[in-house]
């Protein structure tokens, strides 16, 4: 995963900066599988030999300046370091990676807590949408979340339930989509 450092992008020129790092890397050993633009970040998702990265980067130079690049696999953690993990994800656009560590903690929950966990795994599912500009996708997956969320209230794990569902909701019924802290 690169991440290069938002100048101005919004989430409609996903579509085009995809693009635009396919014409730049067109002659190169990667591939870059897709790509989604945060208020703070374009965020890439490339297959790529390490040794080549940082020339990656470079040929994505003229879309944004590196921010940070991490080789993303399932990692192995306990809850409390997953979720702390999680919201610092969420908290900072990146989607994909939370929802990635929620996977693991998920893996671990029963009953009402497995659909809480999947309530808020979905919501970061949808935001990954929104930031490809996937609008219609991202309010379907937002519906799927709040059945998930359906029982659920309080505060879990320094997550505030009944706001993170009142946002959710808001957006479902608005069609206004924006990305929000936890």
Known sequence: ??????????????????????????????????????????????????????????KLGPIGDLDHARHIVEEEMEKEEALENAKFYFNNERFWECHEVLEGVWKKTYEGE?????????????????QKNENEICLSIMNRAMEKLAISTGKYHGIDVDKF??????????????????
């Open 1 to 58: 995963m690169i991440h290069l450092k938002n100048s101005g992008y919004l989430p409609h020129d996903a579509p085009l900066l995809l693009k635009k790092a396919d014409q730049l890397t067109s002659e190169f050993h990667s591939i870059i599988r897709d790509m989604r633009v945060s208020k703070k970040y374009l965020e890439f998702d490339v297959s790529i030999a390490k040794e080549y990265l940082n020339l990656l980067v470079e």
């Open 165 to 182: 569902k009142k946002k959710v909701s808001d957006m479902i019924t608005t069609g206004k989509i924006d990305t929000f802290a936890i």
């Open 114 to 130: 497995k659909d809480l966990v999947q309530g808020i795994i979905l919501t970061a599912a949808a935001f990954v949408h929104y």
